[in-house]
């Protein structure tokens, strides 16, 4: 996965309308779906895509990251999770195969397109171009295996640190607060471990 700038490569008029594109989705936020720009770097096209409610992802926060190659748009960019996710259309270097950035590639479709189309991905996952056949697989023969495999990476992956607005007091209360909060994270941590444990065992 490059991270080479290929800005150099584009057509102003390109950059422009990238530059365009990627500030109306900051003013009008796509549901689920915060952009991140990189104002040295407008190549470099990050966004954070909730998990949908309703699939084993729910809960989680998945990091994409779009490449723009020199031909763009006349050529669709790379998609990649930098996430680490269990879905049959995602490689396991992140790698996305849909067909909106294969065949059915437009150059007037755009970079929101593409981010519906990974979030759309997730709640519908396509098994007959799947890139992780082992998902593929268990997705067509056992869907509980499939969910249950993705809800633990989603788990492991893709949680946020949840901040606790804790009152800065020095009182008893929230000295028991913090140790409460250090054995729960204690708890997580041994949570967490056992489940990359079993993932292995897979």
């Not at 390109?14 to 104002?39: A, C, F, Y």
């Not at 992802?57 to 998609?79: C, E, I, N």
């Not at 249950?148 to 009152?167: F, G, L, N, P, V």
Request: some cysteine.
């Amino acid at each position: 996965m490059s991270s080479i700038s290929n800005v150099e490569n584009l057509s102003p008029q390109t950059i422009r309308q990238v530059m365009k594109e990627m500030q109306s989705m900051v003013e009008n936020p796509l549901e689920g779906i915060k952009i991140q720009i990189n104002d040295t770097d407008v190549t470099d096209i990050q966004a954070l895509i909730e998990g949908p409610a309703g699939t084993p992802y729910a809960g989680g926060m998945f990091r994409v990251k779009l490449t723009l190659g020199k031909d763009f748009p006349q050529s669709p960019p790379k998609a990649f999770f930098i996430t680490k996710i269990f879905h049959p259309n995602v490689a396991a270097n992140g790698e996305i195969c849909v067909n909106t950035l294969k065949k059915d590639w437009k150059p007037d479709l755009g970079i929101k397109h593409i981010l519906l189309t990974i979030k759309c991905l997730l709640i519908v996952p396509n098994a007959e171009s799947a890139l992780n056949e082992e998902a593929g697989k268990l997705l067509l023969e056992r869907y509980d295996d499939y969910s249950q495999r993705a809800k633990m990476m989603t788990e492991i992956h893709a949680q946020i640190a949840k901040t606790t607005d804790s009152k800065d007091d020095d009182g008893p209360s929230s000295k028991k607060h913090a140790v409460d909060k250090k054995l729960q994270d204690k708890k997580k941590e041994k949570l967490i471990k056992e489940k990359k444990r079993m993932l292995k065992r897979l």
